[in-house]
């Protein structure tokens, strides 16, 4: 009789549990809908996942700015126009270039539309092709101190104080009526050692006064 009793219990239980959940009744909607609500919001939810951080990206270095090329140096050209040289005065220039090319460190540059003879970059002699109307053609050359005027002194028909550079001493020597070639090429020799000397003397100085001067500090 108990055992009985008791199952009529569950069975009872059992169908108010049904009644509960049953569609039609409130109470039982309201309850299968909160379950199935938390079980959706279970589904949805996502898992926890770590996202790193993507690393920065690194600048790119500087670009360095190349170095404007220097410009070359211009080239000096004379602007005076071309001198007509009959061959005889071709003839006593060439005479005059294989003295004047013999020496040394001599270079032939044409400035003011004459041939000039250089050493270390500087004229020691000039041509001149009746230059500004001269009388003569000629060729001026450096010249000792004193030169000029003991010269000029000796023959007035062979030298003459040029213009432009006379005044620094320079010597004017006529070459179109038959000079003594050997005359020309000492004083050309002596024009060359002057401009030469002068140079070296130059170039000393410089060294001289870079080995007086004091070592920078470094900071």
């Known amino acids: 009789m108990a055992g009985s009793t008791a199952g009529a219990r569950t069975r009872k239980a059992a169908a108010r549990r049904g009644r509960r959940y049953r569609v039609g009744n409130p109470a039982g909607e309201a309850v299968l809908l909160c379950g199935m609500v938390k079980q959706a919001v279970k589904k949805a939810a996502p898992a926890n996942k770590v996202v790193k951080k993507a690393a920065p990206a690194k600048k790119a270095a500087p670009v360095k700015k190349a170095a404007p090329a220097k410009k070359p140096a211009p080239v000096r050209v004379s602007t005076h126009p071309p001198k007509h040289r009959d061959a005889a005065a071709l003839a006593l220039f060439d005479r005059l270039r294989a003295i004047c090319l013999a020496l040394p460190d001599v270079t032939e540059v044409l400035a003011w539309a004459e041939p000039t003879w250089r050493v270390g970059g500087r004229i020691f002699a000039m041509g001149d092709t009746y230059h500004h109307g001269s009388a003569h053609l000629s060729v001026?050359?450096?010249?000792?101190?004193?030169?000029?005027?003991?010269?000029?002194?000796?023959?007035?028909?062979?030298?003459?104080?040029?213009?432009?550079?006379?005044?620094?001493?320079?010597?004017?020597?006529?070459?179109?009526?038959?000079?003594?070639?050997?005359?020309?090429?000492?004083?050309?020799?002596?024009?060359?050692?002057?401009?030469?000397?002068?140079?070296?003397?130059?170039?000393?100085?410089?060294?001289?006064?870079?080995?007086?001067?004091?070592?920078?500090?470094?900071?």
């Open 140 to 219: 001026h050359l450096a010249a000792p101190a004193g030169a000029q005027a003991a010269l000029i002194d000796t023959d007035r028909a062979r030298f003459f104080r040029p213009p432009y550079t006379g005044s620094k001493g320079w010597l004017g020597v006529v070459l179109d009526t038959d000079p003594d070639w050997d005359m020309v090429a000492s004083l050309v020799a002596t024009a060359h050692e002057v401009i030469a000397a002068a140079a070296r003397d130059r170039a000393a100085g410089r060294a001289t006064t870079s080995a007086r001067r004091p070592p920078r500090s470094r900071r």
